[in-house]
Nanobody, 125 residues
């Protein structure tokens, strides 16, 4: 079965950097769409960054210019490079993926049928 496993979270001071990884296991082919979501404590899950099979990317405004999403299909791995981190970036970060195209918004969680278990990112001021 398909599994997504995130790693790379941790605690860092403001202005620091982290790189999250998400490895896809058991996939019969590369996923068409992949994304990173995050859920701050007590808040709703929100889309952060999206990438499709043509490496087209989209970012939520709050992380534009600071975060970079990328993927290496040969390694079945998705990355999120996070620079200039802020305390408001503190959240549980999840990777998500879908094999199918969809008319749903890139950051609609219903677009993705596969999710990782999450990795915690904590940014202190």
């Amino acid at each position: 079965r398909v599994q997504l496993v995130e790693s790379g979270g941790g605690s860092v001071q403001a202005q620091g950097s982290l790189r999250l990884s998400c490895v896809v296991f058991g996939a019969p082919e590369s996923m068409y769409a992949m994304a990173w979501f995050r859920q701050p404590p007590g808040k709703r899950r929100e889309g952060v960054a999206f990438i499709d099979s043509s490496d087209v990317t989209t970012y939520v405004d709050s992380v534009g210019g600071r975060f970079t999403i990328s993927r290496v299909n040969a390694k079945n791995t998705l990355y999120l490079q996070m620079n200039t981190l802020k305390p408001e970036d503190t959240a549980m970060y999840y990777c998500a993926g879908s094999f199918a195209r969809s008319t749903l918004n890139w950051f609609d969680p219903n677009r993705y049928g596969y999710w990782g278990q999450g990795t915690q990112v904590t940014v202190s001021s």
